[in-house]
């Protein structure tokens, strides 16, 4: 595995790292949201430009989690018969 910066584990080993940040980003637009919903109309611009701001974070990332995946997929040497679940995996 290539080593990039220190401590990091190069584009084939950030997959693991930066694929929950999309579903993290998108329950905190959820909450925003939610939030908005309960506060006074002056607040809720606020939660509601925080919401809009984590769901496009969430889509770059989503990008960078398959980008990473794919690259992570050709590098790492799977058991006999784990293709069936890699594919599966990429689905979800």
Same mark, same amino acid.
């Given at each position: ?16 790292? $930066?694929?929950?940040?999309? $579903? ?14 309960? $506060? ?25 989690? $398959? ?26």
């Amino acid at each position: 595995m290539a080593e990039g910066w220190i401590g990091w584990p190069g584009w084939e080993g950030a997959h693991p790292l $930066v694929v929950h940040f999309p $579903v993290a980003w998108l329950v905190a637009a959820a909450a925003c949201l939610a939030a908005a919903l309960a $506060v006074s109309a002056s607040r809720s611009l606020a939660l509601l430009r925080g919401a809009l701001a984590l769901l496009l974070a969430s889509g770059v990332a989503g990008l960078l989690a $398959v980008r990473s995946g794919a690259v992570s997929a050709s590098v790492v040497a799977l058991p006999l018969g784990a293709e069936p679940l890699l594919a599966q995996h990429e689905r979800l």
